[in-house]
């Protein structure tokens, strides 16, 4: 399937499931899910918005747990089910998953990426954005 067509469709379902009404937000990765000021650390912050059955989604959760494990007191990883959850999708100003947003410690929204995107790419993109997470 092309990638327009698809995005075509998948906005189609988020707008129809926009309709079903909230619903408990969780993690495509098993990650805790969060809502854009449900963070209180004081720290840079990945959201990661996508769903459980979608496969770049899926090819997205192992690197998100690696991250949120490797690192842990440096950066929050936040990941919700927008499929489980469709007013966070709306609330996120989503508009394919999955959707990465790259959040400053105060909170602030520094960039925002559609698709898959591989862990040294995150990791660079942290580090272009001033934020160096590389091993301790």
């Known amino acids: 399937m092309h990638i327009k067509k698809f995005s ?9 499931a926009g309709g079903a009404g909230a ?34 989604c899926k090819m997205m959760a192992p690197i998100l747990a690696d991250l949120k494990k490797g690192c842990e007191g440096r950066l929050v990883v936040e990941c919700i089910d927008v499929w489980k959850s469709p007013d966070s999708g709306k609330e996120y100003g989503v508009k394919i ?32 954005l001033g934020v160096d997470l590389g091993a301790r």
């Open 8 to 16: 075509l469709i998948l906005a189609a379902l988020l707008a129809f």
């Open 23 to 56: 619903q408990e937000k969780q993690s495509s990765a098993g990650i805790a899910a969060a809502s854009p000021a449900a963070s209180t650390e004081k720290l840079p912050r990945l959201v990661d918005l996508g769903a459980s059955k979608c496969i770049p």
């Open 97 to 128: 998953i999955p959707t990465q947003i790259f959040y400053n410690a105060e909170g602030r929204e520094l960039f925002r990426h559609e698709g898959f995107f591989g862990k040294e790419d995150i990791l660079a993109k942290w580090k272009e």
